[in-house]
């Protein structure tokens, strides 16, 4: 059997690789959990009420039962053995099968809750849907929905596979506190808050579902009009949280990303992120790693910020008036307001800069930047309904169905064990780009390489789940700093030399790049890299 | 337009080729017979363990070479021709040269044991090495267990490989604890307990006396020398050190020792060929360092130095302060200066280690001057470009313990232990 034989394709591989008897059984465990949610699909409420308690509580004991003895059994440290030999992790037969079951399952979510079981007009719900339904009742007060369903999975997923994310680097205390807090921010911020939260709701008073943490423009939909009206009529609590909304991404993101980088909430607070690092944590190394995927990555993130940003304008410009006696934000305050804003980052970032961006940045910033204003310069020209050619609600749809729900649910977590689990953050997340942007123009993080200590092993770069090419910084003792890196500080972790650390310091010197790495002659140095 | 040769694709003949093609537009010329491109040799563990797969140890992307203009010539030079600058392969074509750079790297050590090429006996060096151990110890079917002998960097990073596939490991070593020719007692303790707790079975002040075949020439088993114990098993890893793969340079004009001799320059005593890496041997040691330097950074710095040369800045090898690391199973090692496993003369150790935790550090010092020497360190990271400065700036050993939180390189979080180590430092002056 040579290295090249594909182990993960064949039925022989190295015996340290099979799955232990007692994780066999924890297997078992989880899989009967999710089988009773799967005889629920059909109607097959076999317990009655208990079937939901006991399957929710077999797939926590499969997954916890399962992370005790595939790590408690052995010393701290780095656990990364088989992965490239096991079929779930390494493209193979498991791993195909599972992205299928979990693609089938978002598009069946997104696009066919029916078969779920979600009932239409007023009717009972049944199946999977009506299964959730005491637990929504205890939460909420209502019936459950679909996304009831999904978010309870998905905050279980969070939770159980977090677990398991702590027992395998328990070693390292980072990655144990980013870990708490992203299983701490889907449980509370997420799941509980927004369900105790509409119990609040009454005839009188409604507040919209809201996560606060979910910030547009990942939130794609916070200032559509029905949820604006919504924070409206419900007094000083719904203004309140309009007000946070519009904090959180004009105040508070850029202060904690100049001082923490964009990490602050990717890998430790972002739901997104949350999932891609507990339940995605065994297929973090997927990501393609090479030079044309970043270039891809940079067009198709920045193109759907641009989306959304034109969406969200052509939604909110919609449901304005024109007569500033009424309310002073008018049509044209706003789209005023827009341009001058994109146009103040634009000068700001071209004026100081310049210097940073590549070729293909520059373009790019400058294209868009005249398309933007152009559409705007155009709707004042023709004086049309259509804000930005398409009627708003177009484009608001549009979004919806390609980035809302075909990018960020289907491909970005379906994919998981095909692309890794953060293809949807860095391919498609409108946030990580405008974090990501700060982060690289604007921000005290890096990652620091240890002077000459790197060997190019690789481990960095295989576990980056963000397809940075990590070792071609670290071979040249030059510092990290990418939009698109996360902060997850796997590649700290993993390398053997302790060359990468994860760093606020100070703006002076972050960018750096040595011809010649330190340990070698002095003066050679000085020559090479100060010329 | 000149040709640079380079012979072998190790990170001393990459660096090279890298940096004479920032300096210059010479045509330029890598030949290796192991692998079609550059790869890092100190990753080879990994795709063993499944944390890596080959493709994913190569520094750069296939496209890399072509673009930068670097040609790639898969084929074994069987002999130098120094007078018409030729090379002559194994498969008879040839080469021409203007300048020769000769980075061949190293071979591993065989000391004349009985058996020792038998199929299932080799060392963990090359490529081949990690196929041909995939053929004799995949899984522990094949391998019900493995002997390694020789108690070194390769040594403990094959027990570790092996361990990974749950194969039964025993560990020869020459030493009486692991790597104590190298490291002080203290940690070499400490090394010989993580080697055990991953359940290796470590066989101190342990020779190799022969290993015995079956009827297919294959491995049955070695004996011990001390003990005349025989250990039945289906691999033996040789991991008794490395030297220079020099064998085709043997029966050229190129002076030879046990590697190909350098001066500072790393000009071999043929004009226009040079050596640099694993293979070549200095006329002179360079301060502590011995003549010839089997490390990874040692390959690159000189590829660093010998671009300049070829590209008409002649620059002597004038490396920095000693550095180094490596991997003990789980337990990372750092070392910045000098720690010799004994106190040289008229210098002392400073020796802290954390009472229940695999870390420690060893600190060397001048007796009377106080003068810092050099820092061992056990699971704290430590920052190379700090001891770099103080080993420059000769700082003494309390600034040093003093400003010890300015080297730390550890995550963000992680427990600190500078106030121990202080601690333990005071008493010490109290005590002695």
């Known amino acids: 059997m040579s290295y090249k034989s594909n182990h993960s394709l064949s039925l022989a591989k190295p015996d340290a690789y099979h799955t232990s008897i007692k994780q066999k059984l924890f297997l078992a465990i989880g899989l009967l959990g999710l089988f009773m949610m799967g005889i629920a699909l059909f109607n097959l409420n076999i317990l009655s009420g208990w079937t939901l308690t006991l399957s929710l509580a077999l797939m926590t004991l499969g997954i916890g039962g399962f992370a005790i003895d595939a790590y408690l059994n052995k010393p701290e440290g780095i656990k990364n053995d088989g992965v490239w030999f096991k079929s779930i992790s390494s493209r193979g037969l498991w791993g195909w099968l599972t992205g299928v079951v979990l693609t089938l399952f978002y598009i069946v979510l997104y696009f066919y809750p029916q078969y779920l079981g979600l009932a239409k007009d007023g009717n009972e719900n049944s199946g999977l849907v009506a299964l959730f339904d005491p637990l929504s009742r205890l939460l909420n007060g209502g019936p459950a929905s679909q996304w009831f369903v999904y978010g309870t999975l998905y905050t279980l997923a969070i939770l159980a596979f977090g677990f398991k994310f702590l027992l395998k680097y328990r070693h390292n205390r980072y990655e144990q506190l980013r870990t708490y807090s992203v299983m701490f921010f889907q449980l509370a911020f997420a799941f509980l808050i927004p369900e105790f939260m509409s119990r609040l709701n009454s005839e009188t008073f409604s507040l919209p579902y809201y996560d606060l943490k979910n910030i547009w423009p990942l939130n794609y939909y916070n200032f559509e009009q029905y949820r604006v009206d919504s924070f409206i009529s419900a007094g000083n609590i719904g203004l309140g949280l309009l007000i946070f909304g519009i904090v959180s991404i004009f105040i508070i993101t850029p202060i904690l990303t100049y001082k923490y980088g964009k990490r602050w909430y990717c890998s430790w607070v972002c739901g997104c992120g949350g999932l891609a690092e507990t339940a995605g944590d065994p297929f973090r190394h997927l990501s393609d790693k090479r030079q044309v995927a970043w270039k891809i990555e940079r067009w198709v993130i920045h193109s759907v910020l641009v989306f959304v940003v034109l969406m969200t304008t052509a939604v909110i410009y919609t449901y304005l008036g024109y007569d500033s006696e009424k309310y002073w934000l008018t049509k044209d305050v706003f789209l005023l307001s827009v341009g001058c804003f994109l146009t103040l980052i634009f000068a700001l970032t071209i004026i100081f800069k310049r210097q940073e961006l590549g070729k293909d940045a520059r373009y790019g910033a400058i294209g868009y930047f005249i398309i933007i204003i152009l559409l705007i310069g155009f709707h004042y020209a023709t004086n049309g309904t259509k804000l930005f050619l398409f009627e708003a609600e177009t484009l608001r749809s549009a979004y919806g169905f390609l980035i809302g729900a075909i990018f960020s649910g289907v491909i970005g977590t379906g994919f998981y064990p095909i692309f890794g689990s953060r293809v949807w953050c860095r391919f498609g997340c409108p946030m990580a780009a405008i974090l990501g942007f700060q982060q690289r123009m604007l921000s005290k993080f890096r990652i620091t390489t240890n002077g000459g200590q790197c060997i190019s092993c690789g481990n960095c770069s295989t576990y980056c789940e963000m397809g940075i090419d990590v070792r071609a910084y670290a071979q040249k003792g030059e510092n990290i700093v990418r939009s698109s890196c996360v902060g997850c500080g796997i590649c700290s972790a993993v390398c053997p030399r302790g060359v990468l650390k994860l760093e606020n310091d100070s703006m002076k010197g972050r960018i750096n790049s040595n011809d010649i790495l330190l340990g070698n002659d002095v003066d050679l140095m000085d020559l090479i890299n100060k010329k | ?432």
């Not at chain 2, 090429?117 to 060096?125: A, E």
Request: net charge neutral; glycine share 6%.
């Open chain 2, 1 to 432: 337009m000149e040709h640079i040769v380079i012979i072998g694709n190790g990170i001393s003949g990459v660096t090279a080729a890298r940096h004479i093609r920032k300096l210059s537009d010479k045509k330029i010329t890598i030949i290796s017979a192991e692998t079609e491109h550059f790869f890092s040799r100190t990753a080879l563990m990994y795709i063993y363990m499944g944390h890596m797969k080959y493709e994913h140890t190569k520094p750069y992307e296939d496209w890399f070479w072509k673009k930068n203009r670097i040609n790639l010539k898969n084929g074994f030079v069987n002999q130098i021709d120094t007078n018409t600058k030729t090379l002559h392969f194994e498969k008879g074509d040839t080469l021409k040269y203007d300048k020769l750079i000769i980075a061949t790297g190293s071979k591993p050590n065989k000391f004349g044991w009985p058996g020792q090429d038998l199929n299932g006996v080799q060392g963990l060096y090359s490529k081949q090495d990690l196929d041909n151990l995939e053929v004799y110890a995949p899984n522990n079917n094949v391998c019900k267990r493995a002997v390694i002998v020789g108690g070194g960097l390769i040594g403990i990073e094959l027990a570790e490989m092996l361990n990974s596939r749950n194969i039964p490991v025993t560990f020869l070593v020459r030493e009486p604890n692991f790597w104590n020719n190298v490291l002080p007692e203290g940690e070499s303790r400490m090394i010989n307990r993580e080697i055990k707790k991953h359940g290796i079975d470590l066989r101190l002040e342990t020779n190799l006396k022969e290993i015995k075949s079956d009827k297919n020439g294959q491995v049955k088993s070695v004996i011990i020398e001390e003990t005349g114990e025989e250990i039945r098993c289906n691999f033996v890893g040789l991991t008794a050190g490395v030297s220079p793969n020099i064998s085709i340079v043997k029966n050229s004009n190129i002076n030879t020792n046990k590697g190909v001799v350098v001066n500072r320059y790393l000009e071999t005593n043929i004009q226009d060929v040079f050596a640099i890496g694993d293979c070549a041997e200095q006329q002179e040691a360079i301060g502590n360092r011995k003549p010839i330097e089997a490390v990874w950074y040692t390959g690159r710095m000189m590829g660093e130095v010998i671009a300049q040369t070829i590209c008409g800045n002649r620059t002597p090898y004038n490396p920095s302060h000693w550095f180094n690391s490596a991997k003990f199973f789980d337990i990372e090692y750092q070392t910045y200066g000098w720690v010799f496993p004994k106190p040289k003369e008229n210098h002392e150790h400073f020796h802290w280690k954390h009472e229940t935790e695999s870390k420690c550090i060893t600190i060397e010092y001048h007796r009377e001057t106080e003068t810092f020497k050099g820092i061992n360190t056990f699971g704290i990271r430590l920052k190379h470009e700090v001891f770099d400065r103080w080993l420059t700036e000769k700082r003494p050993v309390d600034f040093v313990i003093k400003n010890l939180q300015d080297a730390n390189f550890d995550p963000e979080f992680y427990k600190r232990y500078e106030s121990c180590i202080k601690e333990k430092f005071e008493n010490r002056i109290v005590t002695a």
